[in-house]
């Protein structure tokens, strides 16, 4: 099957999350990725190391259906090898602050004096312009900054989400603007640049929270997992486990109040609307709490289905790999790689085309696997590899 991306290549100078995801959707779609690394390997290679040679569980995800480059850029022979891939390639992908970018050569002046119509997607943490232009950041920064931690967590506790999901989210914007970049340099044979950064993606996360307060002041606190703009939504205790029950509308809130005979909430004024019920979510979950409590998990979820209540398990990660449905979809795909005594359960390309989908091609590449290849590629003998090996260039 042909894919959307066939005969574009992408170079992958991204490190830990946003700029290689970005690439990875990319790869997904077909577009041939080339991950350029430090010789002795980057650091988010090795995070979560789970094989003999510490290659980590994040990289797995992340690194599949790429070849790898091992490079160092910042030496002349490399800064050479840098504009000979510019030169063969389509789009480059960096989430490096603007002064690294220009030093290794990557800034969009040098990219298009080598290749006019390349395309640059840079991925920093705050992006160009402002005070924080050259400020560098992980998600942990956007989550901070955005208002997402003050709001989640409780007054006396900030808390970040456990997954970084301002990165992922960053990552797929970018991928997003990237395609963009492609279907108009289709058209118009310009290139351009493309950028993303967590701080604008947490802001657009955080928009609605950030346009109340501006409008009407309502200077909200965090409430943990209890929603303030609907009730029931909130997590419960039961039996045997955790549930999270999530409602918003009133026919909802009319089934839920039937479920638990409160039929009289229904004329309640405080349960009048969503923003009301929200403002006194902490009534409606007490009264699902003390229901829960009375029951198990199994007994919670099958009344909540049969009631159309949107409604589900708290799961442990080992839990999430016996979810059935995952099974049925399979949402993971078994994936071996060299020192992982078991497949790694990689997640599928998460959005799902009918005609032209994505999908996991080859595992994950080993430290420069593919350098010797790509070398030759731009012209490279087998003698020139191997002294710019000897000289830690490659």
């Known amino acids: 099957m042909s894919k959307v991306l066939q005969g ?38 090795f995070l979560s190391p ?43 992908v960096a989430n490096l602050p603007p002064d690294t970018l220009k030093a290794m050569g990557l800034d969009y002046e040098s990219l298009t004096s080598i290749k006019p119509d390349i395309i640059l997607t840079m991925i920093s943490a705050f992006g160009r312009g402002g005070p924080y232009e050259n400020r560098v950041g992980f998600d942990g920064l956007g989550q901070a900054m955005s208002g997402n931690m003050y709001m989640s967590g409780s007054p006396d506790q900030p808390v970040k989400a456990y997954a970084p999901f301002i990165d992922f989210g960053t990552a797929s914007l970018s991928a997003f603007g990237t395609m963009a970049a492609l279907l108009h340099r289709e058209k118009t044979g310009e290139g351009q640049v493309v950028e993303g950064s967590l701080f604008n993606t947490a802001l657009t996360m955080m928009n609605g929270t950030v346009i109340e307060q501006a409008a009407i002041k309502r200077n909200r606190v965090a409430t943990l997992n209890r929603s303030q703009t609907s009730a029931p939504a909130d997590t419960f205790k039961t039996k045997d486990g955790w549930v999270l029950v999530q409602s918003v509308g009133g026919p909802l809130f009319k089934r839920w109040a039937e479920l638990m005979g409160e039929d009289h909430w229904l004329d309640d004024p405080r349960f009048e609307t969503d923003i009301s019920r929200g403002d006194h979510g902490e009534v409606i979950s007490e009264r699902l709490a003390a229901w829960c409590a009375e029951r198990t998990s199994e007994e919670v979820l099958s009344a909540m289905e049969e009631a159309r209540l949107p409604a589900g398990p708290i799961l442990s990660p080992q839990e999430v790999l016996e979810d059935p449905h995952i099974a049925a979809k399979g949402l993971f795909k078994e994936t071996a790689y060299p020192g992982l005594d078991i497949p790694a359960p990689i997640m599928q390309t998460p959005v799902e085309l009918s005609a032209t989908p994505g999908e996991i091609r080859e595992r994950p590449p080993t430290l420069g696997e593919h350098t010797d290849i790509i070398m030759a590629e731009l012209g490279y003998s087998e003698n020139e590899i191997a002294e710019l090996r000897e000289q830690r260039v490659v």
């Not at 991204?14 to 980057?42: F, N, Q, W």
């Open 8 to 45: 574009v290549r992408v170079l992958d100078f991204g490190r830990y999350i946003a700029g290689p995801y970005c690439a990875t959707l990319l790869g997904d779609l077909g577009a041939e990725v080339i991950r350029v690394e430090k010789v002795d390997g980057s650091e988010d290679r």
């Open 50 to 92: 789970i094989t003999d040679k510490g290659d980590g569980a994040l990289f797995l995800q992340l690194a599949r259906n790429k070849k790898c480059l091992t490079l160092n850029p910042m030496k002349p022979a490399g800064k050479e090898i840098v504009k000979k891939l510019v030169a063969s390639a389509d789009v480059v």
